[in-house]
């Protein structure tokens, strides 16, 4: 007989916000709530900790991990608040941690920039093996520590910055995950992980903001094929092209497509086809706009993330999206059309709402025809 021992699961609460009072809520409430498929589930079975760098007034106190170092951490913040967040405790991580990020937007530890970022923090080879995960299940808040599982999908997880040297203490990590219930999680290779989410933030980049300035329900966006709002997501879409077709073609790219070739240890075989004809054809306009559809309308009934910031006052992934897109369109080269994703940078962080005519005349001038 093998005994399956469920891991322990500690949940450290976020530093903003009144502690005390999210602490009393969490005490008077039944724990995590979820209600999925016309049920209602609940889960108080969680040690729970806040962690701060200044002692606090009130409960016990001791130090994070007891001292020791933190064997797995998973990153649930917004996506702006994952890497400070993991900055705060990287005196309890070294090169037998794993962390995973589950977060919207493309990881920050992604070549040109993650190298770097993880030799300024660590000594060489002493890096936690980072990893992400891309997520395509639809949950809406109903409260503090209320969610309905509104769509089921799946998730897939891999590695962003690996470290060679203690590949193997991801495994366990992983395997929980994979043995999730609900989740429907699948291990996939660097670079697919790497594809998806350029994937997935593309899919970000049009339903989030436009979901937000609109204030719709994700179909309403895709009931037409044509008119202002088509035009609008097709210079979205064109634009998000030439950033990405760049992107797989940059030297820094190589390090992650190559490995194609030469797998990590354990690593599950790329399923994608990384070669650069290949990628140059899958973030094409035409094969952007039909996934943006077909994505479009399978998740038409959910409300957006951002539409469920913008509506609770709390601050928007906007940057991680479209203005990443922004970014990037700059290192890559200068001269790039992206003026569409700043116009949506400007409205969201501006709180504006409009109409499908008012937005358009946002767009006006800006190449509202690409793509046609």
């Known amino acids: 007989m093998v005994l399956t021992l469920q891991p ?5 609460i976020p530093t903003s916000g009144s502690i005390k009072e999210l602490l009393e809520q969490w005490i008077e409430s039944d724990g995590i709530e979820i209600l999925r498929q016309d049920k209602l589930e609940k889960n108080k079975d969680f040690d729970i900790e806040w962690w701060t760098e200044n002692e606090p007034d009130f409960g016990p106190v001791r ?16 996506a702006s608040a994952a890497l ?3 900055d705060r405790v ?13 977060q919207n937007g493309m990881s920050k530890l992604w070549p ?5 970022y993880v030799s300024h923090r660590y000594h060489s080879n002493h890096e936690p093996n980072f990893l992400a995960c891309v997520t395509t299940h639809g949950v809406t808040s109903q409260g503090t520590f209320k969610s309905f599982h509104a769509s ?10 690996p470290n060679s040297i203690s590949l193997g203490k991801r495994a366990y990590l992983v395997k929980q995950l994979l043995e999730a219930p609900y989740l429907e999680a699948r291990s996939v290779s660097r670079g697919e992980l790497w594809i998806l989410q350029l994937e997935k933030l593309v899919v970000n980049a049009v339903i989030n903001p436009l979901t937000a300035i609109l ?29 990405l077709q760049l992107l797989v073609a940059h030297e820094s ?4 497509i190559g490995l194609q070739e030469g797998r990590l240890p354990d690593e599950p075989e790329t399923t994608i086809d990384l070669s650069l004809k290949s990628l140059h054809e899958r973030f094409s306009h035409p094969q952007l706009k039909d996934m943006i559809y077909r994505v479009g309308h399978k998740v038409g009934e959910n409300t957006s993330s951002m539409l469920q910031d913008v509506r609770a006052g709390r601050s928007t992934e906007i940057r991680d999206f479209n203005g990443w897109l922004v970014e990037m369109a700059a290192f890559l080269d200068p001269g790039l059309e992206v003026t569409g994703h700043g116009t949506l940078v400007e409205l969201v962080e501006a709180g504006r709402t409009l109409d499908v005519d008012q937005l358009g005349s946002c767009f006006n001038g800006s190449g509202t025809d690409a793509g046609k």
């Open 8 to 12: 322990r699961l500690l949940l450290v």
């Open 63 to 78: 130090e994070v991990a007891d001292g020791e170092k933190l064997k797995n951490l998973i990153v649930l913040t917004k």
């Open 84 to 86: 400070p967040q993991v």
């Open 90 to 102: 990287r005196g309890y991580l070294d090169r037998n941690s794993t962390v995973l990020f589950a």
């Open 112 to 116: 040109p920039h993650g190298s770097l």
């Open 152 to 161: 089921q999908a799946d998730v897939v997880v891999g590695a962003v910055l």
């Open 215 to 243: 204030g719709c329900k994700n179909g309403a966006l895709f009931t037409e094929s044509d008119g202002v709002l088509a035009r609008v997501i097709d210079q979205l879409l064109s634009e998000a092209s030439q950033v």
């Open 253 to 256: 790219s190589a390090e992650i």
